[in-house]
């Protein structure tokens, strides 16, 4: 009787009447993605940690990349205390590119993040590659005989990532790196394990399991250090070239809530990355810690924004 | 594919597995729980806009707020998956609007059918190669999944390309005698498709600043217009005289000459279906569309000349073809993470959200997820075959009541499908005006199939042509460089050519040409 009732209670809450006083939060995207666990996994921890009186109601607001939701909250809920919004560096990214019909990245304010996914090249089990320093040579070498394949459009954070990356190994010719974009991480793997791309970019989490049946070999992790149950991944600093990404998971909030509102939101968030459940999300999803706060995170995503500018620029993408 | 070494073994272990899975999906709790999702499924596919993809997505939230277990919620969602895959035949058949994008073909002959007061029939048939199609898929996804996961790693740019010319090619022939209108819709249908975001350059086509338009037309957007607003359209312009609307049902009885009769029809579109839906770039519609025509292109004489006007083997094949692609679009989606459709793409969003990450190890990994699934699949499918060959009438009567009443209701749940699909008015102006666009095109007797084709694969056509350029440097000779991509365009010439010549030969007093025929 009780599942009765409670589902009675479920379908009225979605049907009726959705109390005004819930948190709410909004992923960008469809159910499946990063943004979308990122709701649900925050939402999850903040009710059972009792942060929020009810169920933290998630909004899938999917369409141009995260920029419908993002126009949305600028435009019709700038002052909407309780409504967060899943943010990843794709966010920054397409702020950065103005891919959101002239929105910019002062129109919200930048809660935090608090985990981190990051960025990994991969190549099939029976590549010739051996090292990175392998891979960037045959680029260096001749660009069009290697070919990446990431999960983002070009232009997005999984093409930035190898741009990033062979642009710090002293390779300047963007414009020359071959790239195809596809509907996804999973799509890029199978993609490159048919032998049609010789390596694939993408985050580590989409790719743990190809990882470990042994269909692909990753060749750098491109974080500060090693991952941990991956230490046999050299990152590429290790390998001599500097280049770090890291896909942030992190939420923003509209611009006009009063500072105090701005300040919960800020320690809501900390608590979250501090649990004992996130901890374990992350480690069940292949995520490092990755803990940005108030200002100090405001400050990186400025930052970011002025990097992805500058290599847009080179390769065409923004005047 | 050779078998392997230790294929008698393999018997036991799959057995084994399967009875594993039983003990865990077989309670009365989840066999309630089955049931529940067999009967919304079908009423969520059998309604025009809502589809299986928004029925799952509407049902996630609630499966959490229940607080049902792994296991629970998989059931539940996998029967309203599947049952949403019966259900959309149903509206084909009896209202010329198809529930869900793949029940599109079955319009063709399912609606004629009904016309001839044959809906009963038509259900029944329908029904039959649903089950028969979805059944001898999930056994496929059984015995064959971590095999055919590396049919995927055959796939690439140019197998792909080659692969959507081939439905493009043998689009001809579909619903209007008239070759050149198909043409004509199919490139209405690609000029859509070309809206949005262009993915190899990152650069906004045609979306005049619009923030809406940014990733395309969504073809869900197109299909509820073009089918279920323009016949609201139609309906009112004809005050119900010649519309779909209100198509009368007589006693089910079981035909069972009829299907003996499309049984050959059946087990060829599992087949094409099931391959359809392994392959993460086809899914169910392509599916459907691929057993239609290939059904339609082996028939000979009269019978070929019966397809679009009622023939059951139309409403066979691409039944059992859409069927068996939502059992094999579980292959890709489980062993790659690679969702084949809108609707395993939500599946994939629930597994990951349950912790449970789909990839090549989830076999070996969370066998108890995997075979109960399985088991569930299996439960939910003899459910849906007892609601929906007996018991149709239940939702028959659902579509049967007066026009005053459906027609509002399917201008309403047209309305809030879409809504609760993007969240946005835009798309409902955008429905309203592909409405518009479907009542034109069927007063010039230009079919809407072709068009939502053009939407529903133009863009993964487009972006696979290119990366198969980037991957080339710009060689078209690469379109060609393997025998599966040959063997694919060699079969979309055939498709393409053959009808000129057939239908030479087939231009006898036997099949008379009857112009009225392009009206519908």
């Known amino acids: 009787m009780k599942i009765w009732t409670r589902a009675a209670a479920a379908a009225l809450l979605m049907t009726v009447a ?29 009710t059972e940690l009792g942060l929020v009186p009810n169920m933290v109601q998630v909004t899938n607001l999917a369409g141009a990349g995260g920029g419908v939701a993002y126009t949305q909250v600028v435009s019709k809920r700038s002052s909407d205390p309780e409504v967060f919004v899943a943010a990843s560096s794709s966010t920054t990214t397409r702020l950065a590119q103005n891919a959101f019909a002239g929105a910019t990245a002062d129109q919200v304010r930048w809660v935090g993040s608090i985990g981190g996914d990051p960025g990994v090249i991969v190549v099939a089990q029976d590549s010739p590659f051996q090292t990175l320093n392998d891979l960037v040579e045959a680029v260096k070498a001749d660009p069009a005989s290697v070919a990446f394949a990431g999960g983002s459009a070009v232009g997005g954070y999984d093409h930035l990532k190898v741009l990033m990356l062979l642009n710090e190994a002293g390779f300047d010719d963007m414009r020359a790196i071959k790239y195809i974009g596809l509907d996804g991480g999973a799509d890029a793997i199978t993609q490159t394990v048919g032998g049609f791309a010789q390596a694939m970019t993408g985050d580590l989490s989409e790719i743990t ?12 992790v491109l974080s500060e250090e090693r991952v941990a149950g991956f230490d046999n991944v050299p990152t590429a600093k290790e390998q001599g070239i500097d280049s770090v990404s890291m896909n942030w998971r992190g939420v923003y909030v ?18 979250v990355g501090e649990s004992e459940q996130w901890q374990a999300v992350m480690a069940e999803n292949g995520l490092e810690s990755y803990a940005l706060f108030g200002d100090e995170f405001e400050a990186f995503v400025n930052q970011s924004i002025a990097d992805v500018q500058d290599i847009s620029r080179e390769i065409g993408l923004v005047q | 594919m050779a078998f392997p070494p230790e294929w008698g073994s393999k018997i036991m272990e799959t057995l084994a597995n399967l009875a594993m899975g039983f003990s865990i999906a077989l309670t009365p709790y989840t066999l309630m729980l089955a049931i529940i999702g067999c009967f919304v499924g079908t009423i969520i596919g059998a309604l025009p806009g809502l589809g299986p993809s928004n029925g799952v997505a509407l049902l996630i939230p609630i499966s959490f707020s229940m607080g049902l277990d792994a296991i629970s919620a998989l059931v539940l969602l996998t029967s309203v998956y599947y049952g949403a895959m019966y259900g959309g035949r149903i509206s084909s058949i009896l209202l010329n609007i198809p529930g869900d994008e793949p029940a599109m073909m079955t319009t063709l002959d399912g609606y004629p059918m009904a016309k001839q007061g044959k809906a009963s029939e038509a259900l029944v048939v329908s029904g039959v190669a649903s089950f028969v199609g979805a059944m001898l898929a999930t056994i496929g996804l059984m015995i064959f999944a971590p095999y055919l996961a590396r049919v995927a790693y055959q796939f690439g740019p140019a197998e792909y390309f080659a692969l959507y010319m081939l439905a493009f090619c043998t689009l001809g022939g579909i619903g209007s005698s008239n070759q050149a209108k198909a043409a004509m819709a199919a490139a209405i249908g690609l000029g859509i498709a070309m809206i949005g975001l262009d993915k190899t350059t990152g650069m906004p086509r045609f979306t005049f600043g619009e923030l809406h338009l940014m990733d395309g037309v969504d073809f869900l957007v197109a299909i509820v217009g073009l089918f279920a607003v323009a016949e609201v359209f139609h309906f009112i312009e004809s005050h119900g005289k010649d519309s779909a609307i209100g198509v009368k049902l007589g006693k089910i009885l079981v035909p069972w000459r009829m299907l003996k009769q499309t049984s050959g029809a059946m087990l060829r579109g599992t087949g094409i279906g099931f391959v359809a839906g392994v392959l993460p770039g086809a899914g169910a519609s392509l599916g459907s569309f691929l057993a239609y025509m290939a059904e339609k292109s082996v028939a000979k004489g009269a019978d070929k000349a019966s397809f679009g006007k009622g023939n059951p083997k139309g409403v066979a094949a691409p039944e059992a073809g859409n069927n068996a692609a939502a059992g094999g679009a579980l292959v890709p989606m489980l062993t790659l993470g690679v969702p084949g459709s809108g609707t395993t793409a939500v599946l994939l969003a629930l597994l990951l959200t349950l912790n449970i990450t789909p990839g090549p190890l989830l076999f070996a990994e969370r066998p108890e997820v995997v075979w109960s699934l399985i088991a569930s699949l299996l439960i939910a499918n003899v459910v849906l075959l007892l609601m929906n060959v007996p018991m149709v009438k239940v939702f028959v009567k659902i579509l049967s009541v007066p026009a005053w009443v459906l027609l509002p209701g399917v201008t309403m749940i047209a309305f809030v499908g879409i809504y609760s699909l993007t969240g946005s008015s835009f798309d409902m102006l955008l429905m309203v005006a592909f409405g518009v666009l479907g009542y034109v095109m069927r007063k010039l007797g230009i079919p809407t199939v072709p068009v939502i084709l053009g939407i529903l694969l133009g863009n993964a056509m487009e972006d696979n042509l290119r990366r198969a350029m980037v991957l080339s440097n710009g060689d078209w000779w690469y379109l060609l460089s393997s025998p599966i991509a040959i063997g694919l365009w ?18 006898k007093p036997a099949v008379p040409h009857d112009p009225t025929l392009n009206e519908d």
């Open chain 1, 209 to 220: 399991g190809f990882i470990r049946s042994g269909d692909v070999r990753p060749i750098a």
């Open chain 1, 254 to 271: 509209p611009k006009d809530i009063s500072d105090e509102d701005y300040d919960k939101w800020v320690d809501m968030l900390r608590q």
């Open chain 1, 18 to 46: 959705i109390p005004a006083s819930a948190a709410e939060c909004i992923a960008p995207a469809n159910p499946g993605g990063g943004w979308d666990f990122t709701c649900r996994q925050i939402g999850r921890i903040m």
């Open chain 2, 490 to 507: 060699i079969a979309a010439i055939v498709g393409f050519v053959a009808p000129i010549f057939l239908r030479r030969i087939l231009k």
